[in-house]
């Protein structure tokens, strides 16, 4: 019988660790009606408009080339919340409102292109059922699955979308391009584990697959979560003044995300394998994209897949969500290799956007995305060599008009002077040499001083409004900035603070600054998301993440100040797995090494590795916990609860554009 001590520290154990690991935050709707374009934004939207030839169908025949058939209705989430909404892109047709830059309304307009295509004999793909697309290749005997989207539901109604017009057959293989969910957290609406074991059915995917799609967003995932949605404008209304796409595609689902082991993994650089009879080349090409990455080519097809490294776009170097830095030279001799590799290809296609056909045109794509990301790294460093800063390398490069001009390398998701500050933080880190830099102020600090400096809110109000009146954005949003920052209750300057960023989103191509734009104005208006989703819905990826990655978080999410002088040591025991770890803080830094459990620690936790997962990702119930004969603690059950104690919970709700 469990006594009520037993049962308050069990309690205390699930309250403490549960929200160890963060999640995507779910942010409040919007209350306050969106502005209109203002006049210096439209005339900043018909001026790019002169500038492009939005009227050259090429890409809109390509967009629509092979259309099988077009879903309707929704994709709806594990509690009925709508995933997946096809209709809600209707409003993207004819000439681009004056709040949505022309040339990211023509890319819209193309992704928009939503159904089940075929690409050529025997390659189907499902494009607008997520950001990514799942593309079916035809074995002889069944289907192969490359990248099932990001969630179970929207791989489920998509691969059911797929068998109700190409006939019901069974997945033989699966293909993960590359270590970003969008692309793996659907595979188990394909296919079961439990089957893949039973028919031995091959589960492809490059070096280092799992390590990289366990741990991206473990460490930092809190931050990155919460930024990215600015990035995908996640709960934006669809509309002309809201998300019209993410670059990518239309829309991510998150839903129910889960993910495969690989049984057979791509380690040389070029490695051969046939799967259900067709024969693939297998390219690896790790570091620039992903960390983990592959592209392959099908020769008897004729046909050259490029997972992310190429896409309809100018890609992220550096993703507004956050990342480590991308290598753009490593990047760019991986798409000269990629002209070596599709030589014979009639046919590209990619795990986002849109194919493209013929022999001369997929090397002249290939060739225009190369020298992109050839271009910004070589004049980003012929810069920093020249000792300009970051800020001001992304003020003067401009890509030549051979590449501005091509709209399949034009910055709808990646942005050039983004990219330009990614080389930098490459090469030489965010910090531009400038020692008033080493050990500036925070930003609320710097705020007082400026606004006190400027005379008061007020009168640094009646500037900004001086300054969006002539449409300077640019400025109005760096004066205005230092008002909310010094005092976030100022209604009046984040209302002006709010139009301007809409005016700018209004006029960005980039999706991912528009979504940002138009999310921060949300967000002043409306305040920061109140929680986080419900971390259920990643429950099945996180079952395959080492127990290590867990520990690692729990270290990095110590609170050193709390932790100094405290010498905690605790026996973590996983009964299923067979595993145990010992876990101790020194010098105010959290240790874990994989040991029998040691006689002098503190305390002793037994429990399961499910039990575990679910109380790290807070999902977990009574009968997990308070109840379950699973979860056993041995010695100081006190030092056990003030051992947790010391790791810092963030609700990954922080503010963004308050303080």
Known sequence: MKTPQHLHLKKTLVLTMATMLLAACSQKPATTAMGDATATTVKANADMAQGLALDDQQDFEDARRGLIAKPEGKILGPSGEVLIDFDAWKFIEGAAPPTVNPSLWRHAKLNAQIGLFKVTDGIYQLRGFDIANMTIIEG???????DPLTAKESAASAIAFARKHLGDKPVVAVVFTHSHADHFGGALGVITPEEVASKKIPVIAPDGFMEEATSENILVGTAMARRSGYQFGKDLERSPKGLVDTGLGKGVAYGSIGVLEPNQLIIKETQELTLDGINFVFHNVPGAEAPSELTFSIPDKKAYAGAEILAQTMHNLLPVRGAKARDAQRWGSYLEQALAQSADAEVYFGQHNWPVWGKPRIAEFITKQR???KYTHDQTVR?????????EIADKIKLPKSLENYFGA????????HNVKAVYQFYLGAYDGNPANLNRLPPQESAKHYVELLGGADKAIAAAQSSFDKGDYRWTAELLNHVVFADSKNKNAKELLARTYEQMGYAAE??????SYLTAANELRNGPPAKGVNRAAMIEMLAQTPIDRFLEAMAAGLNGPDAEGKDY??????????????LWIENAVLHHKKAEPVKDANATLTLTKPIFIKMMAGTAGVKDTLFSDDLKVDGSKIDL??????IDKAPGTFAIVTK
């Open 410 to 417: 034009r910055g709808y998701y990646g942005d050039l002077r």
């Open 371 to 373: 020298d992109v990301y």
């Open 383 to 391: 810069l920093i060599n020249a000792g300009y800063t970051p800020y």
């Open 510 to 515: 980039a999706s991912t600054w528009r979504n």
């Open 140 to 146: 002889k005997t069944g289907w192969i699955i490359v």
């Open 569 to 582: 040591k605790l026996n973590l025991v996983l009964t299923d797995t067979k595993e145990s770890y010992v």
């Open 641 to 646: 609860v003030r051992f947790f104690g010391l």
